[in-house]
């Protein structure tokens, strides 16, 4: 098994126990970007560079989403 396969298989674990845990979007979102976060930085040595540039859009898009639900949150607060 090569690194990027078992980065995969991590991911797709990660993705599917989330998905079975949790009831809310924003907490879902939230719990995969964290895990795409840390299984970046882990792997990140090991990984190959066209791999870490396939991930980095994922990152950004859900760093985007996170940004969008804690402004949303945030102005749920103060109405």
Known sequence: MDVDDAIILTLTIWVVICSLLV????????????????????????????????????IYFLLFVFFVIVVRKVMEVLS
Not at 38 to 51: D, L, M, Q, R, S
């Open 23 to 58: 009831k809310t979007v924003d907490v879902y979102v939230t719990l995969l970007l964290i895990g795409l976060l840390i299984v970046a930085e882990v792997a990140g040595n090991f990984i190959k560079p066209e791999t870490k540039q396939g991930i980095k859009p994922a």
